[in-house]
Each structure stands twice: as C-alpha cells, then as structure tokens.
C-alpha cells in the first residue's frame, strides 16, 4: 500500500535559519507528491508539487525535489520567517487508490 | 481559483444532537470531495470519499451510521455527525480535487469546522 512517512516535530528555529523536513514515501506505480501547510484554526493548502522523478517543486522560497532513487520529497527552505510558523504535511496521490495518503504533519515554529 | 467552502466554521452542541457540516466547491465541479478527521496531535485521518450520487465510501473503522454524508450535487457535500458524544469532537475537514483524476491537480481544502460537543 502507499504511505508516507515524514520527520517528527516539532522543529523550532530562529528567524533566518534553515529549513529541512524529510519526507519519504512508499508507493506504488508514480504517484505525485504534494506538501500542503496548516496555519493555526485553518485548512490545509497546497505550498509546492512534483509529479514525476527528479521534479523540483517551489514556492514562497520552500523547495523539494522528487527523487525516486531515495523515494523522498524533503521540504526546504534557505531561510524562514516567523510568518512560516504552522504544520507541513507531505502527501502522495495515486490513481490506483484514488485517495491522497498524508504524513503525519510536522509543526514549526520560528522564533523572532 | 479552485476554493472549497465549509461551513459552519465552529459549533458546540450538546449530547444526543446532530450536527451538519457544508462543504461546497465554489468555482469547480466535484464528483468526489473527502472528509477528514484531525486530531489534536495533528495527524489527519480520512474517513470517507463522498460520491457525487451515490453511496459514500468509507475508511476501516469509521462509523457509516453515525457519520451520514450525502453528495446530493457536483459543488455539494455534507456530513451529518449523528447523536454527537464528546468523543466526537474535533476537527473536521474537508477537501476536493478540480479536474478528476488527474495525478497532478491537488486536494482544495475548506477551512475546517470545529466541533465541541458537551
């Protein structure tokens, strides 16, 4: 079956620090590969995708690179705000089993 | 683009009651919408894929009588919490994919509704 497996929080960094968050996955076939974030009282929302192998997704500074090689998709940032402070979730989609399988979510805080 | 709306955003009810929660797409048509249960350490607990006509499917474990859903439209999913209990507080979310099956379209989420049950 799919799964997903991301790093334990929660992770608190200073302002201007970098960011990792491992994300690896198990899956069959070629599935796509999402992180969403959580901001505190509110849904989730898409932050980047990658749906084939060694795609780099992006946005608002975060990067991850689908590597099929490592079946990873870590989360990276080169240098976070406070604003970053939530929950990031790594998911997977795949048609075989036409749901989305979410990582257990990773919180962050960046401290001023 | 692609924004799902739930409602109501929070609500307390008290035991014994029954409590509907909306979820619409507002720009996109949905044949199928998710719900979602989230606990308070985060992690995020699918229980069931609504059908846009037919019957709900749901996940190993989730109670069908006690959580009715109904996809009686394309933009239109509810989720009834029948005879609520304090156990059945939480957070309850719910998601949708413009364009189907495609691999690549991600999952909308609504803003959640917060449920306290006294």
């Known amino acids: 079956g799919n799964s997903v497996t991301q790093m334990e929080g929660p992770v608190t960094l200073s302002e201007e620090a970098f960011l990792t968050i491992n994300c690896t996955y198990t899956?069959?076939?070629?599935?796509?590969l999402f992180w969403y974030v959580q901001y505190p009282g509110e849904g989730l929302q898409l932050l980047l995708k990658?749906?084939?192998?060694?795609d780099k997704g992006s946005n608002k500074g975060f990067e991850a690179t689908y590597r099929k090689e490592t079946t990873s998709f870590h989360l990276e940032k080169g240098s976070v705000q406070v604003s970053d402070s939530a929950v990031y979730f790594c998911?997977?989609?795949?048609?075989?089993?036409?749901?989305?399988?979410f990582g257990d979510g990773t919180t962050l805080t960046v401290k001023p | 683009g692609a924004v799902v709306s739930q409602h109501p955003s929070w609500v307390i009810c008290k035991s014994g009651t029954s409590v509907k929660i909306e979820c619409r797409s507002l720009?996109?048509?949905?044949?199928?919408m998710f719900w979602y249960r989230q606990f308070p350490k985060q992690s995020l607990m699918l229980m069931a894929t609504?059908?846009?006509?037919?019957?709900?499917?749901?996940e190993q474990g989730v109670e069908k009588d006690k959580f009715l859903i109904n996809h009686a439209s394309l933009t239109l999913s509810t989720l009834t919490v029948t005879s609520a209990h304090p156990e059945d507080s939480s957070f309850y979310i719910c998601?949708?994919?413009?364009?189907?099956?495609?691999?690549?379209?991600?999952?909308?989420f609504g803003n959640g509704t917060r449920l306290t049950v006294t």
């Open positions: 998601s949708a994919r413009p364009g189907g099956l495609e691999t690549y379209s991600p999952l909308h």
């Open positions: 899956a069959t076939g070629y599935p796509s």
């Open positions: 990658a749906t084939k192998a060694d």
């Open positions: 998911a997977l989609y795949n048609t075989n089993a036409g749901k989305s399988t």
């Open positions: 720009d996109f048509q949905a044949t199928t």
């Open positions: 609504s059908n846009e006509g037919s019957k709900a499917t749901y």
